[in-house]
Each structure stands twice: as C-alpha cells, then as structure tokens.
Nanobody, 118 residues
Framework: VQLVESGGGLVQAGGSLRLSCAAS????????MGWYRQAPGKQRELVAG???????NYTDSVKGRFTISRDNAKNTVYLQMNSLKPEDTAVYYC?????????????WGQGTQVTVSS
C-alpha cells in the first residue's frame, strides 16, 4: 500500500497550491479519502474528506477556500487550496480509510510541507 503526496511548497499569503495523493495497493474506489494537517506543536487535524460516493466535508477554517476531489480512474485525490493564509502552514497528510470484511483499514502518506509566508 502506498500513498504518495506531492504539490507542497512555499507560497505567499493569498496564493494557491494543489496537493495530489497517488494511491496504490488497495481498492481506491471504495475508500474514503482525507487530507489532514499537523502544524508544529499542534495535533493532527482533518482538513477535508471525500467519501467513495464523492460527498465532501471540510473543517470550518478552510470552507470556501479549499476543495477536495478525487479521480478514481487515476487513483488520485486532490486538495486545491486557494487564498492561503499563514495559519495554513503545516505538514499535509493523505489518508485512506476503507472497511473490508467488517474490518477498518487506515493508510497514511509520508506528508508534504506547505508553508505560507505573510
């Protein structure tokens, strides 16, 4: 199982970034996918999630600025981040969650750094 994030980097406040997470080794299309982030000294938090049926949810602080999407043909989930703020600075992690034979499975990527300068 692999989740490989890309697209992080340094951007000025107000700018945009698009994160990608390429998945392999599990049944992507039945998985719920999520983007989490962890800033220094803080707990990891859910930023955005998308179900296998493409229903989405967002933490309040990113609503209207971030968009999560998925391409099942490419086994990839995306996070479009617009109007970035310094408080969005964190390591962003991709997560896959699925249930097989009534057992839950969770997989994580290695993380990608997003730094927003003021």
């Amino acid at each position: 199982v692999q989740l490989v994030e890309s697209g992080g980097g340094l951007v000025q406040a107000g700018g945009s970034l698009r994160l990608s997470c390429a998945a392999s080794g599990f049944i992507f299309r039945i998985s719920s996918m999520g983007w989490y982030r962890q800033a220094p000294g803080k707990q990891r938090e859910l930023v955005a999630g998308i179900t296998s049926g493409s229903s989405t949810n967002y933490t309040d602080s990113v609503k209207g600025r971030f968009t999560i999407s998925r391409d099942n043909a490419k086994n990839t989930v995306y996070l479009q981040m617009n109007s970035l703020k310094p408080e969005d600075t964190a390591v962003y992690y991709c997560n896959a969650h699925l249930i097989l034979d009534a057992r839950p499975y969770d997989y994580w990527g290695q993380g990608t750094q997003v730094t927003v300068s003021s």
